[in-house]
Structures are given as C-alpha cells and as structure tokens.
C-alpha cells in the first residue's frame, strides 16, 4: 500500500465512521481536531483570533518565508494592505493578456500531442502544470520560460523542486523534524533550488527596475480608466508593484520581494493546476455537462475556436462558473485548511484547548452528504438550484473566506476560465480507455485504482501519483 494514497483512504474511513461530523486525531502527543460541520467552519474562518498559522505551514517557511501566505498577525495585515494593489483591475488586464496568449501556445501543444497514436491518452496534471508555470512566470517576475514549449529553465526547475519538498515533509515523519531533514538529500536539493532563485530573481528585479523607470512604462494609478494610455505600454507584472511598494515608510528588502514573488508563484501555480486538472477530468467523465458547456462557448464563440474571450466574455460565462464550483467541490486544490490554537477557546459549543491545531477538511466538507445530495456525483447544476439559497455560505469555501480569503481568487478564476474556455471549443474531452471506475468511486475508502484511474493524495495541494489521464478529440 501506497502511504501517500493511504491517508485519503483513511480520512474517508473515519468520516463514514462519524458520518461526517467533526471528529478528532492524535499524531502523537499532538491533538487535532477536524471540523467538518459547516456552522464551526463559519466561526473559524471568520474569527480573527483563530486566524493564526502554524503546522503545518512552518514547512514552507524555507521558501515563503513570512509571505502572506505563512504571515500572522501585524505581518500578515502590513503584507495584505501592500499586495492588494497587484489585483487592480488593471493589472488583472495585463495578467488575462498573459493567459490568453498562453493558453494559444497550450492549445497548439494539446492539439500535436493528442494526435501521436489512435486514443492517444495525455496525462492533464503533467501538461496543465506546464501551461500554468508560464503563466505565473510571466505575471509574477515578467520573464517567459517556454515551459509549454519544453525549452529547459533553471527557475522552472528550482520553483518544481520547492514545491515538492513541502508535500515530502508533510507525508514523511523523518523529514518533518528540522534536525532530521537537514541530514537529508532533499534539504540540499532545498537549499540549492533557494540559491538558484534567489540568483534568478536578483537579476529579474534590476531587469524590471529599469522597466519601471522607463518613460514608456505608466503605472496603473496613472491608467486610470483611459484606455489610450494602454496602448504600447510595457506589461505590468506582479513584481512591479512590489518594487514601489512600502512597508511601514520604507522600501522592501530583497528578502521580503523574495517571499512575496515565491508566495505569488507557490499559490498561483500548483492550485490553478491542480483545479484546470480535474475540471478537465469531470467533464472527460460527464458528457452531458461537457455538452452544456459546450454550447455556452458556441453561444459566446460560435464556431470561432481561438478566439481570446475577453473580461465581459468571461462573466457571461454562467455555467462554466458552475462546473468550476462543482470541482472544487468535488476536488478542491487545497484539501485542508489549518489553524493553530494559541488560546483556549470556544467554536460554536465545543471548547477546544491551547495547543491544538484545528484542521478544515474542505474535501470532507464538499463530500458530506448533510451538505450535498448525492455529494460524490458531479453536477454543476445543483449550484444554481434554488434550494442552495437555504445552504450555509460555508458548506464551499474553496478559496476559504473570512479575513483570510484568497487574494488571488479573481486571477485564478480569470486563468480557470480561459484555459476551460478553449479546451471545450478546441477539443471533446474523453476518459481514458482502460479507467473504469468514474468519479463517484474515486473517493471511497476501500478504491483500489486500477490502470489509467486516478491515485489521489493529499500533499498541500490535491494531485494524482499516477497523474490525470484524459483522451482529447479535436473537434471539426
């Protein structure tokens, strides 16, 4: 048995076993306490007291440092009032630029791979995380690294080999002691990744001072809503905006662009994968809902199959929206929400003790059958169904909420919907051949996959060990 599969296995074992109520664990001495019911997620995700961070994000503290994500308290509120600038409108302008002219270069990709052999089956996970490293290269840092294209980058490489120590640690009782991990070979493959974007984004940063300081480059307070003063202008990325940033009357270190730009690039790229992934994945598997989709990119599109959807585009996109919710539902990018307990408290009725570490089990909480009928079936409709208007806000917080929500929530929407949009007017999405058990089998404890069938585990963000093997046909 795979131990990185077990522990999604055992999770479903114990919520059957306390029908999706809260339930609590012990990892050692530790407590954790799992908070399933959505009236105590309500109380933790808004309480500011409970909005401190802790395990397990400290492992991520190597590369985010005290980012926004790994922040607390007088930090965490500086951080939040510097970056929510970098989602102006504006500049989320420049980002969709970013990800349509990337995901024409993704499409023409899929579209010579899927023909190499006669259902030809491409592994999503592997191909969507190409598309989506340069997306947040891009917008992050302003640089292009071809990842579609194959072409070799050391940033691409170093940002591949952060994001896997982390989810290593979590799973690995040797390597989550620091003294234990730093005897290993993963810590140096740690350290030399850090030094090699360190490097990387030393040189990016006087690369886009001198973008900044350019007479052509017009900051987005300047833009305003004059479109003319978009015209020939230099893009605007991420990294700009903390350039000319200040925190508390002074300019940024270097280390405080560094875990900003890393937290940026950590966030932006591993759960917009891992979402496009499995949006791909249920529709492979939902034919009546990929049709449906379908035929609301005609009704925007027509026949015209690489067309650029612009803002007002994405918004008329109603039922994209839903299936997007509908597999955040079903396979949320993060999993798990956590909290730490610096003081004895009282959530709802249940006090829970110093010490503790609180964890939201949001793929719990989407597969709960006192939340959702029938929760382990895919059905985008159920988010517009009027009985939904009597459900808690906070049976579906895929981007959490409270003072902590995702800050990236609008970007990420923005990059779900373009690369969905073109998939569905590009390609008829197939399962696998040989995968037999659909949806509605992968998430019960006693699944056994067999060959091109989903091993999910649970790292920081969702993902599949034998990655998400999907059929594309291009479409006439």
Request: glycine content about 4%; proline content about 6%; aromatic content about 10%.
């Amino acid at each position: 048995m795979n131990l990185k599969t077990a522990y999604l296995r055992s999770i479903f074992g114990w919520l059957e076993q306390f029908n999706y109520k809260n339930f609590r664990v012990w990892v050692g001495p530790l407590p954790y306490i799992a908070f399933v019911e959505p009236k105590y997620v309500e109380h933790i995700l808004s309480s500011t007291q409970l909005a401190y961070k802790n395990d397990p994000y400290h492992l991520l503290y190597p590369w985010l440092g005290k980012g926004l994500l790994t922040a607390n308290d007088h930090e965490w509120m500086l951080r939040r009032k510097m970056i929510t600038p970098s989602f102006h409108f504006r500049i989320l302008r420049d980002f969709l630029h970013v990800m349509n002219e990337t995901s024409g270069r993704f499409m023409e990709l899929l579209a010579v791979e899927s023909k190499k052999s006669k259902d030809q089956v491409l592994d999503m996970q592997s191909y969507v995380t190409r598309s989506t490293i340069d997306v947040i290269c891009e917008t992050a840092m302003g640089t292009r690294v071809n990842s579609i294209e194959g072409e070799p980058s050391i940033i691409v490489e170093a940002i591949d080999t952060l994001c896997y120590v982390a989810p290593e640690r979590l799973l690995s009782v040797m390597k989550r002691p620091d003294i234990l991990f730093k005897c290993t070979r993963l810590y140096r493959q740690q350290e030399q990744a850090l030094a090699t974007l360190r490097k990387e984004l030393a040189q990016l940063i006087e690369q886009r001072r001198a973008i900044v300081k350019s007479p052509s480059y017009i900051n987005v307070e300047e833009v305003g809503q004059d479109e003319q003063l978009d015209v020939g202008r230099p893009k605007m990325a991420f990294l700009d905006n903390l350039l000319t940033a200040e925190v508390e009357g002074k300019p940024l270190t270097f280390q405080q662009i560094f875990e900003e730009v890393s937290t940026f690039m950590f966030e932006g790229h591993d759960t917009t994968a891992s979402a496009i992934t499995f949006a791909v994945y249920c529709l492979a598997w939902t034919p009546t809902a990929q049709q449906r989709a379908y035929e609301e990119q005609q009704q925007i599109y027509g026949s015209a199959k690489d067309t650029h959807p612009t803002f007002q585009e994405l918004q008329d996109m109603k039922y994209l929206d839903l299936v997007i919710k509908e597999t955040l539902r079903i396979f949320p990018s993060v999993p798990f929400i956590f909290r730490s307990v610096r003081k004895g408290t009282v959530i709802v009725d249940k006090f829970v003790p110093k010490g503790t570490t609180i964890v939201l089990p949001l793929v719990a909480t989407g597969h709960s059958p006192h939340c959702f009928k029938n929760p382990h079936e895919f059905q985008p409709e159920r988010f517009e169904m009027t009985d939904r208007n009597q459900a808690s806000a906070f049976d579906h917080v895929p981007f959490s909420a409270g003072p902590r929500n995702c800050i990236g929530q609008k970007f990420a929407l923005m990059e779900l919907k373009v690369t969905l949009s073109k998939l569905l007017r590009r390609f008829r999405l197939l399962p696998a051949p040989l995968a037999k058990q659909s949806i509605a089998d992968v998430f019960h404890p006693k699944y056994k996959p067999g060959e091109q069938e989903l091993k999910l585990y649970l790292p920081i963000t969702l993902k599949s060990l034998s990655g998400v093997p999907v059929r594309l046909e291009e479409r006439i």
